[in-house]
């Protein structure tokens, strides 16, 4: 009985989150209360549950919302400093055609180096102060979550499941580069242009406020302030390859040395730069965003832990088609969150011998399958705004509407996804024989 009726809820409550503007209830109190929902009913009604089960769930997400609050108070103290001028001054042009294809191309490679979640953080920041006009920056932003998606897969640090493939042994630096590049390339590509034809004329940029809180600030401050904040987003990944610890302590040894710097750089005039100390910026902070990502993660936790997610990879399985089987699993991740179903696919299939067992060479490091479920689990979030870390950010932060999104954006993300899985299996199949 708790089975299904905990499928019920999820579905209820997504059907709530995907209607907030109808139905005017924030999305963040509706994730909260699924989340509590569908651990109880698994609680009440389904068997018993050690605490130590619920903690190493909550420990998981906490890794990320850790994350996130890091990543958006680095990116906002850069912000409030003016330093992001540093790359607003060097794109000159307002036509919306080339500043559509600028953005996402340096998105694409951005996620790459940093991951998608924080270069889409960076990039709406960005695009704020490229575009003044609200609806005109959301297609932009639409498009910052599809590249930063398809930069992230292609990359063994720039999407967090490509991380736990790599860190598990199943696909190698250099592979995962070879195989899903152009299969990502194209998925960012076909709806780039699709979305590119429909834009005509130029934006507006914001008026700069002479008052504003960057230009309180020197050249040198926003300098030091721009080359710390980035660097220490760009140190995040080689911080946990050195260490082994998760991401979101490197952000947080950023966030540290940030604050730290800017309180000795605005000691002497406290009160003309307390709106620039990070305490302030931390009170100003999308908080419900965070809470939507606490509720939605906790919730699909649930879903893994009664076991709805191994009864789908299994149910995959019978299919047979490895191709196929990543296909759904990648239209699956933008419903539900890609670490699950990817850590349920890695339990369905252990690495293969290939000496001992050679039809299974797909399963072998670096095989088909691992390299496809990396392009197909990276780029799928991509259809729904809520499928994805980058597209849950760039929702809170933008405050974009998910009808909305669905609307204008999920059909071309669809079609750039199918694109590229098209893309995959030709390569795969016929060119690289792997």
């Not at 399985?317 to 759904?328: A, E, L, R, S």
Request: glycine residues 8%; neutral net charge; hydrophobic residues 55%.
């Amino acid at each position: 009985m708790y089975f299904t009726l905990m499928i019920v809820i999820f579905i209820l409550g997504y059907a709530c989150i995907a209607l907030e503007h109808p139905l005017k209830v924030n999305k963040s109190a509706t994730a909260l209360l699924l989340a509590v929902f569908m651990w109880s009913i698994y609680a009440l009604l389904g068997p018993h549950i050690d605490s130590e089960h619920l903690i190493v769930h909550l420990g998981e997400t906490s890794e990320i919302l850790f994350f996130l609050l890091g990543a958006m108070t680095i990116v906002e103290t850069v912000d409030k400093h003016g330093g992001f001028a540093i790359i607003t001054d060097k794109i000159k042009t307002t036509n919306k055609r080339k500043l559509l294809w600028v953005i996402a191309i340096l998105t694409f490679f951005m996620s790459a180096v940093l991951d998608n979640l924080t270069t889409s953080i960076v990039m709406v920041a960005l695009l704020r102060k490229l575009i003044s006009d609200k609806k005109e920056r959301w297609f932009f932003a639409g498009m910052v979550i599809l590249a930063a998606n398809a930069g992230g897969a292609w990359s063994p640090i720039g999407d967090v499941t490509t991380i736990m493939l790599w860190i598990k042994g199943n696909i190698t630096a250099s592979m995962i580069i070879k195989e899903t590049f152009v299969p990502s390339l194209v998925s960012m590509l076909v709806p780039l242009i699709i979305i590119s034809l429909t834009m005509k004329g130029n934006v507006e940029r914001p008026v700069v406020n002479e008052k504003s809180e960057g230009m309180l600030t020197s050249n040198l401050q926003r300098n030091i302030v721009f080359f710390i904040g980035v660097g220490s987003l760009l140190f995040t990944p080689i911080f946990k390859t050195i260490t082994h610890l998760p991401p979101y302590l490197g952000i947080l040894l950023g966030l540290g040395t940030l604050w730290v710097v800017t309180e000795i750089m605005h000691k002497n005039n406290s009160t003309k730069y307390s709106r620039l100390n990070v305490s302030s910026i931390l009170q100003k902070v999308d908080t419900p965003s965070v809470l939507f990502f606490l509720g939605i993660l906790m919730a699909v936790a649930a879903l893994q832990e009664a076991g709805h997610l191994k009864l789908l990879a299994e149910n995959l399985d019978k299919i047979g088609n490895i191709y196929i089987i990543n296909i759904i699993i990648g239209m699956l991740s933008s419903i539900v969150d890609n670490v699950p179903l990817v850590a349920a696919a890695m339990g369905m299939y252990p690495i293969a011998d290939v000496a001992a067992n050679p039809e299974l060479v797909h399963f072998a490091v670096d095989g088909a399958f691992w390299e496809m479920l990396a392009y197909c689990a990276g780029t799928g979030g991509s259809i729904l705004i809520i499928g994805s870390a980058a597209g849950v950010a760039v929702m809170g932060m933008e405050k974009i509407d998910f009808i909305w999104y669905l609307k204008k954006i999920s059909i071309w993300a669809l079609v750039g996804y199918l694109a590229g899985a098209g893309t995959f299996y030709l390569l795969s199949h016929y060119i690289l024989h792997t």
